[in-house]
């Protein structure tokens, strides 16, 4: 039992932290945004060459996974540093492909930063994020004969059926869609929901694709949790920054209880998130993650509240980079599952918390 | 990174467990805030002591099994797992016993350690004064030197247990014209029956008594128990006060049993949906919280000192602690209202306590815990004092106007 990332965590956190720096990842937001993937592909390609996509990949298919901690550790810097485009998709997907034919079609591609997926499960909403920038959509169609583990699938029931899963290699890969016809703007404007293609290649079909789609679920919680956390943490680092420097009455707005004490209060809640999101990477128990999810998210909304108040008129406006995070932060909250989804799964098990055998 | 107990943590565990399976008492012990249900609770520290279970952490030449911290947060989800009895021990045990260790003798461990893990001698923590709380270096109480010892007077106030408790611990201005009001306090021990001293019993909001009030009146105190240099007290009360707030005043066990409790009687109410998020977000904080104490746990073993994000779990436990008990009085409606031990068919409640676990779904207790809970954002430091220390020391955020 040691319940603390050991040095090469930490080092590989770091050493993301410091690429996403250099990157200039507001600029590359505000162009992805606007609707030029340029920049945000070269800073995919950069991504997955620090491995970060390679964690979600087996190594059968040229990956280092399936590693949840290291990619929860990942996702914790993208979001910290509001990284654009299908990530947390990415993920899924690769979890989605483990048919030997598709995993070898697809697999190395997505670990080496070369294809960016996205995707669509049942009970995950109309849209895919930003199908008119991935190279390929996968979609799951059909009722899910699963247990609904991750309760993203619960079939009525419960009788078996036959899930598919198609693909849609998007043309012209690559370069972006006008918004209009299929595309629809998202509050956080660094996302861009699409309707998905109706069609495509028949990838695989069978009922093992319910269960496929549960276990990429709960990849998908798992990175948003995480990136969510990074975002919260970013928002209140940045935040914290400002009250320092900002002075009104002739005092640092920091000084003033009011302030400091909102700040405590989303700092306790991102830090009792943390150790809720590396508990669940560990396990990867739908429960867990689902857990893990609703806390991040909405710890990271709070913070996002707060940050926005205590911005005060600045911090409403888009040219200034706050709101690349405040509107990510809400995004996310309802996005891979919502607080209502995620809290009834965490009390859908019979034993609820396990109490103190839990970690046993 | 990595969750799982070794091979001997677990084996720990089972012995803990099968120990309790047959020792915890079938019914709940009257409320360790009477005279009667102290008597009880004290029996029971003897029966605990008996076993080497009372202090699992200590070293055994002073009743314990250097257990390690690992497995005191192990052997404490097992104690609240089985529905064990609150601790009335629990202020020695978890406030003077590591200030003996840290800057006590070894005289003063091997007399005082020994009676205190066997429920012998419990003790009161005399820190709060009628005009010293969040302030608590205001405090005014004196330790007027004497032959061969200290003569203290003054008025001590919101001093748990100490209606029954046999001794106490706390600050006094030994030397009172120094420029700071945390210099020249003296931490010493005196005898809550000793000449001089009266105890006013204050009913709680719950009405329990155990809660007093203490007129000092030149009581004597000998040199051998004061605890570290005289003139240092404000140093050795605080050095260990934060550290222990921080890994030991609250443990996981006791919320992820309460959880549990209440997701046991959610599900008895029909899984009503009216209260689904805040049970599950219940369930969700005590596993939160338990992940959060593992991890301080590992950092501790790792040699960092606990140090000011111990007030983040503070305000995180005491803020949970109502949310539980508040959702658990909703799901009941009616019945809610009702004081402890008075439902159809349940059993009485345990007796809320400082540490006391609720009684759970089988009825009662849970207005008890309730009420209990209430004072959580207030003792051990106000949660407004906790979220000044994590904005200046852990944001690094000016300081404020106090
Ligand atoms: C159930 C219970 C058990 C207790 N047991 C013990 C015990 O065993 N031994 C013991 O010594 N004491 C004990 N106490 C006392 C406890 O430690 C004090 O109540 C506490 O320190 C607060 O002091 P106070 O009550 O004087 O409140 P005050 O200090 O008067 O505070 C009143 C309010 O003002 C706020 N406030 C004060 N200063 C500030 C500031 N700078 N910024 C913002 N807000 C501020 C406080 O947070 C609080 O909300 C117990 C209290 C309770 C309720």
Redesign the pocket.
Known sequence: MRFLLDAEQTAFARSLDALLTAADTPSVVRSWSAGDPTAGRALWSRVADAGVFALAVPEAYEGFGPRPVELAVAFVELGRHVVPGPLVETVAAASLLTDPGPAKRFLPGLAAGETVATVALPGSGPYMLDGDVADVELTVTGGSGGTGASGATVSGAGEPSTGELRLTVVPGSGSSEAPGGRVRRSLDPARRLCLPRPGGELLAAGPHLASGADAALVWARLATAAQALGVGLALLDKTVTYVKQRSQFGVPIGSF?AVRHRLADAKIGLEFARPLLFGAALTMDPADVAAAKVTACEAAYATARTALQLHGAIGYTAEYDLSLWLTKARALRGAWGTPQQCRELVLAADVVSGGARRCS | MDLTHSPADEAFRAEARAWLDVHVPAGPLPSLETEEGFAAHRAWEAELAADRWSVVSWPAAYGGRDSGLLRWLVFEEEYYAAGAPGRVGQ?GINLLAPTLFDHGTEEQRARILPPMASGEVVW?????EPEA????ASLRSRAVRTDGGWLLSGQ?T???RAAFADRAF?LFRSEPDTPKPHQGLTYLMFGLRAPGVTVRPIG?LDGKPA?AELFLDEVFVPDEDVIGEPGQGWRVAMSTAGNERGLTLRSPGRFLASADRLAALWREHGRDPFTRDRVADAVIGARAYQLFTYAAASRFLDGEPVGPESSLNKVFWSEYDIALHETALDLLGGDGELAGGQMAGGRAPDGESADGPSAGADGGGWAEGYVFSL?GP????????QR?IIAERLLGLPKGR?
Do not use: C, M
Request: avoid cysteine.
């Open positions: 209880q | 202020n009161a923590q005399a820190w709060s709380g969040s302030d608590l001590k919101w001093s748990s706390g709680r809660f004072a207030i003792y051990a430091g106000t949660n407004e004092i000044d106090r």
